[in-house]
């Protein structure tokens, strides 16, 4: 499952990326969503792009199309 399409509230655990850009990959570490740490979609905007997600006790807005290079399990 990828991050675009986990509901809002839930809760995931970042498994991977399905990327092969390094220069996404780069800015997905930089912005500390990484491997094995869990993520929350807060909020989706009005035409489903961007998505705000809560990483650790960060609040990130990012694309759909990125969202969907992110690789994650979802916790219940």
């Known amino acids: 499952m990828t991050l675009d ?3 809002i509230g ?3 655990r970042i498994d991977g990326y399905s990327s092969e850009y390094k220069a996404i990959i780069t800015q997905f570490i930089t912005l500390g969503v990484v491997p094995e740490v869990r993520v929350q979609v807060m909020n ?3 035409f489903g792009c961007p998505i705000q997600i809560k990483v650790g ?4 807005s990012i ?3 990125e969202a969907a ?3 994650i399990e979802e916790l219940v």
Request: no cysteine; hydrophobic share 60%.
């Open 69 to 71: 290079l992110i690789n």
């Open 57 to 60: 006790q960060s609040l990130l």
């Open 5 to 7: 399409k986990l509901q």
């Open 44 to 46: 989706v905007a009005f």
């Open 63 to 65: 694309r759909k199309a």
């Open 10 to 12: 839930k809760i995931a």
